[in-house]
């Protein structure tokens, strides 16, 4: 059985950033091999790791209407095409679903992720699945066993809105959930340095998620100066501030988890 984190929340929120940081706590502390799977339209959990992106599941559903060999199949032509996709590093493997050329819906592409999640479950004992902004792949029923979703927001009511909008909506899939927990990021202290988790949130939050199940990551400017100069977040020293709160975090709801 694979131990799998999915990632959801509305976009601009540091969700991927989050995801990045996971996996480097995941890899430090010996849970590997680890399944990387960049399920957002907009791929940019490479750069957050710093590996290269060379192909992705959508580029494959494209080239399968036009490119298929003579001669072969297009399933024969499609796994050699998502295999072509697979990023291989050390201690874990990164897929991207991508964007698709051209009109068109994500449904395509969304199959195919599904069918390779299936397919490469058993091969990866951990998989964290960075999910689009909003609840598309949920609603769509991309994932179907989570062991822990990490929803990501900022302080803002809106995106605090559409975190519990998506907490509400697994509830009514046939998804199973064993955990959720709502990650507060990019939170900053108060004038009267109280800290973060003792401020209050919207009633919704509360009732939704549970006081339980809230973190607060707080503003780290190292992450906007690694993103200009193009640097993985991963690569963060050790005394950053998002770090030390994600290292807390991750200390406690992976513990056993190995």
């Given amino acids: 059985m694979s131990f799998t984190i999915a990632l959801g929340g509305k976009g601009g929120t540091g969700k991927t950033t989050i995801a990045g940081l996971l996996i480097r706590y995941m890899l430090e502390h010996g ?11 907009n791929s940019n959990l490479n750069e957050v790791l710093g590996v290269p992106l060379e192909g992705t599941l959508s580029d494959a559903r494209e080239d399968m209407k036009t490119k298929v060999p003579t001669g072969m199949t297009k399933d024969i032509f ?12 050390e201690g874990f493997d990164l897929i991207a679903m991508g964007r698709p050329e051209g009109a068109g819906c994500y449904c395509a592409a969304n199959n195919l992720l599904t069918t390779l999640i299936e397919r490469l479950i058993d091969n990866y004992p951990y998989i964290v699945i ?11 029923l991309t994932q179907k066993d989570i062991d822990l979703l990490l929803l990501v927001s900022d302080p803002s009511r809106r995106g605090l809105s559409a975190a519990c909008r998506i ?12 955990r959720t927990v709502l990650v507060i990021n990019q939170v900053r202290e108060q004038a009267s340095g109280e800290a973060a988790e003792t401020r209050r949130w919207p009633e919704e939050v509360y009732r939704i998620i549970g006081e339980d199940a809230i973190a607060c990551f707080p503003e780290d ?13 991963v690569t963060l020293p050790e005394n950053a501030p998002v770090l030390l709160a994600a ?8 513990n056993g988890a190995k």
């Fill in 31 to 41: 849970m590997k091999p680890l399944l990387a799977i960049d399920a957002d339209a």
């Fill in 78 to 89: 499609m796994e050699m095409k998502v295999e072509q996709a697979l990023i291989e590093s």
């Fill in 130 to 140: 960075d999910n689009e902004a909003g609840m598309e792949h949920f609603s769509r």
């Fill in 167 to 178: 907490a509400e909506l697994v509830k009514t899939l046939p998804i199973r959930v064993s």
């Fill in 221 to 233: 400017p190292l992450i906007s100066q690694f993103d200009l100069e193009g640097k993985p977040t």
């Fill in 247 to 254: 290292e807390e975090l991750f200390a406690r709801l992976l």
